[in-house]
C-alpha cells in the first residue's frame, strides 16, 4: 500500500493523544494536576536537566512530564497539533497573545537592540512596543504599509542602529486595517542585516489569518504568533496565545516561558483542542459568508470604501502580496462609512444580529469602531497615517447564514442619517 499523509484537519481528533494512557476515553481528559509524580529520583533529575536547559536533549529523549506550569498533557497535545498547520517544529502556548508577543520580545531583544515593526498593529501589541520597550532601553523603529523594502533598508540604516537590529515584527494582515506586508521581502531584509554572530529574526502575527490562510515560516519567517484567543479558541470564550517556529527558538522561548509562569491552563488548553477539531470548517465558512457581506457593503451607497482581501484590485501591490502569501481573504472586513464618528456609531447600535464588541475570530460575527475602542491608545499622528479614521468599522465575520448578515447591515445602514 502507498504511504498517505493525513492532513491536518483529519489529525485534529487524534494527533498526539494516546487512548491507552488514559483508560481507553476517545477523548483527551482534562489534566487537572499541578504536579507529576516521577518513577525514581533519576528520573526527576533527568527532567529538570532538560526543562531547565542545563543539557541538550539526548536523540529521542522526551521531556517527561514535571509540573504544570512547565508541562501538562494538555498543553503539550495542543501544540503537537498546532504544529501540523503551519508545518513547524514546536510551538509554545500561553494564557493570551499578548503573553504570547511579550514572552518573545522579552526572550529576544536586550537593552540596546533595535526592533524594526510594521503599522499598523494591534493596540495592545503597539502599546507593549512603544510604551514599554523603550523602558528597558530598546529602541523601535515603526514602518508603513506603503513604503518600499529600500525604503525600510534606507530608514534602517539611517537610524545609526542597524548593528543593532535584532528583530523585525509584521502583523500582516495588519490590524485594524487589513493591510499587507510582503513576507518574503521583509525576512530577506532581516537576512541582510544578520551576521554570521547574530541572525535578525523575522517574527509574524498570523492572527487574522488563522494557521489555515497563511503560513509564515514557508517564506523565511522565523515565528508565528497568534492570539489563539480569535479564530484558533473560535467561540469567543476563552483568552490564549501561541508562538511557533524552530526547536532552539521555541526552547528559548519555553524556559522563559516557565519563570514568567504565563503558560496556558489545562482547561483553557482543552477547550481549545476541541476548537480545533472545527478549524477548517469554521474558518472555510466564515469566509464564504465574509465573501458575500464585502461585495454587498462594497455597493452600498453610505459606504465610503470596503477593505477586504477578496475585493483588492488585480494589479496593485497588495493584490500581487496576497497571490503570493494567502491562500483565501478570511473573514475580517473594515469599512469606511460616509459621514464620520456620529454615523458610524448610529450603524454599530442599530445592528440586531451582529454583536457590538471587540475580538474577532469568532463563530458569531462582531462589528466594532477601532478609533475609539482596540486602537483608541495608538498615537493620534500614527492614527492618521494609517487611515484610522472616525468612520472606520471593523467587522469580524462569523459562521451565521450570510442573508441574515446582510440583512442586519442593511437595515442598521438605513438608520444612519447622513
Ligand atoms: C492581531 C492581534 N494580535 C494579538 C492580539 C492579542 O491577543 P490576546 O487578546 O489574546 O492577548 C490581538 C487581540 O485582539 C490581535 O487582534
Redesign the pocket.
Known amino acids: 500500500m502507498e504511504s498517505h499523509k493525513f492532513n491536518p484537519e483529519s489529525l485534529m481528533m487524534t494527533h498526539g493523544y494516546k487512548p491507552e494512557l488514559s483508560e481507553g476515553a476517545i477523548k483527551c481528559p482534562i489534566f487537572q494536576t499541578s504536579t507529576f509524580v516521577f518513577k525514581t529520583a533519576e528520573e526527576g533529575k533527568a527532567f529538570f536537566e532538560i526543562a531547565y536547559g542545563l543539557r541538550e536533549k539526548e536523540p529521542k529523549e522526551e521531556l517527561g512530564l514535571i509540573y504544570s506550569r512547565i508541562n501538562n498533557p494538555n498543553l503539550e497535545i495542543l501544540e503537537n497539533r498546532l504544529c501540523l498547520w503551519d508545518k513547524a517544529d514546536d510551538c509554545a502556548v500561553f494564557e ?4 504570547a ?1 511579550s514572552t518573545v520580545l522579552l526572550e529576544f531583544l536586550k537593552p540596546g537592540d533595535l526592533l524594526v515593526y510594521t503599522n499598523p ?2 493596540g ?2 503597539d502599546h507593549f512596543i512603544n510604551h514599554f520597550l523603550p523602558k528597558i532601553g530598546v529602541h523601535t523603529l515603526g514602518i508603513q504599509p506603503n513604503q518600499s523594502i529600500s525604503e525600510i533598508k534606507s530608514l534602517i540604516e539611517a537610524s545609526g542602529k542597524s548593528e543593532n537590529l535584532a528583530m523585525i515584527f509584521l ?1 500582516t494582515p495588519g ?1 485594524p486595517t487589513n493591510d499587507l506586508v510582503d513576507i518574503e521581502a521583509i525576512a530577506n531584509l532581516a537576512k541582510h542585516f544578520s551576521t554570521e554572530d547574530k541572525k535578525v529574526l523575522t517574527a509574524v ?1 498570523n ?2 489569518m488563522g494557521p489555515l490562510w497563511q503560513h509564515p515560516l514557508e517564506f523565511g519567517a522565523d515565528l508565528i ?1 497568534y ?4 479564530y484558533i479558541g473560535g467561540h469567543s470564550d476563552l ?3 501561541a508562538v511557533l517556529g524552530n526547536q532552539e527558538l521555541i526552547s528559548r522561548v519555553k524556559v522563559l516561558r516557565t519563570f514568567l509562569g504565563n503558560m496556558i491552563s489545562p482547561n483553557t488548553a482543552w477547550l481549545l483542542l476541541r476548537s480545533l477539531e472545527t478549524l477548517k470548517v469554521r474558518m472555510t465558512q466564515q469566509t464564504l459568508n465574509a465573501q458575500e457581506v464585502a461585495v454587498f457593503l462594497n455597493s452600498h451607497s453610505k459606504i465610503e470604501s470596503v477593505n477586504y482581501l477578496g475585493l483588492l484590485d488585480e494589479g496593485s501591490e497588495q493584490y500581487k502580496i496576497y497571490k503570493k502569501q494567502c491562500s483565501s481573504p478570511g473573514a475580517m472586513i473594515t469599512l469606511s462609512i460616509k459621514g464620520g464618528e456620529k454615523q458610524a456609531f448610529q450603524f454599530l447600535n442599530n445592528l440586531k444580529l451582529m454583536k457590538l464588541a ?3 475570530g469568532g463563530t458569531e460575527s462582531l462589528v466594532q469602531h477601532p478609533k475609539t475602542m ?1 486602537h483608541a491608545g495608538v498615537d493620534p499622528e500614527q492614527q492618521k497615517r494609517m487611515n484610522l479614521t472616525d468612520k472606520t468599522v471593523r467587522l469580524s465575520i462569523g459562521v451565521e447564514d450570510a442573508k441574515d448578515l446582510i440583512w442586519d447591515l442593511n437595515q442598521a445602514l438605513e438608520s444612519v442619517e447622513l
Open positions: 493570551s497573545g499578548m503573553s508577543i498593529l494591534y495592545g501589541t502583523e490590524n502575527d492572527t487574522y504568533l492570539s489563539a484567543t480569535k483568552i490564549a496565545g471587540v475580538s474577532l482596540t
